[in-house]
């Protein structure tokens, strides 16, 4: 992998996430280095999943075919997050049975909230995530799209409200910095990997 480019490395990352077969992908930005020809077949092949609940986050105006669009605003440090439905682009699949898979109430995320420093990033978020839907998140920079996703992923515990989780969900996370994505059959691999040293008996990369 430490040969492959940027894009390269997110379509592995996602089909690294996608392997798992989770009930819910959360797509953190995974179009963000891709070309717009590869944006259009990865969203293509989100959209075509029939088993799996996506969350997508990203930074542009993406016009892909959703069912439900939440927009994250930034008012300085507390992103105003639009209520379920807000709007719709498409009908909710009609044969699939909508039960939920999360709920989030009344949810925060505050960096270092003990220090100085602390900085919050969410505030009063309250969402649900249903089965086999496609729900998107948009924001600009900073509005805390990564922080979310790495909520709905169990990845990061909220500062403040609680997380509802229906039983046996199966969750996966596609990153959008895909050096954060676990490729390595193996922890021993990952750790030769983050240090640069290579397995394979070739010397590494000078490049």
């Known amino acids: ?106 949810v925060g995320f505050t960096h270092n909230p003990t220090q100085p420093w602390a900085h919050e990033v969410l505030a009063g978020v309250n969402l649900s995530v249903h089965r086999y839907e496609m729900l998107m998140i948009e924001g600009r920079n900073g509005s805390g799209k990564t922080t979310l996703a790495r909520i709905l992923a169990g990845l990061a515990k909220p500062s403040a409200g609680k997380i509802e989780e229906a039983k046996g969900v199966k969750r996966a996370l596609a990153h959008q910095h895909v050096r954060l994505q676990l490729l390595r059959p193996t922890v021993s691999g990952e750790l030769h990997s983050l240090a640069g040293v290579r397995t394979d008996g070739n010397e590494p990369s000078t490049e």
Request: proline share 4%; net charge neutral; aromatic share 0%.
């Open 1 to 106: 992998t430490s040969e492959l480019s940027g894009g390269e490395l997110q379509r592995l990352a996602l089909a690294s996430a996608l392997r798992r077969e989770p009930k819910l992908l959360l797509a953190d930005e995974v179009t963000s280095m891709l070309d717009p020809e590869e944006q259009v077949r990865i969203t293509n092949r989100l959209d075509a999943l029939s088993e799996t609940a996506v969350v997508r986050t990203t930074h542009r105006n993406d016009a892909a075919a959703t069912d439900r669009r939440i927009v994250l605003t930034s008012a300085y440090s507390k992103p105003v997050v639009a209520p379920d439905g807000a709007t719709e682009l498409r009908t909710i699949r009609s044969s699939v049975n909508e039960s939920r898979l999360l709920r989030l109430r009344d």
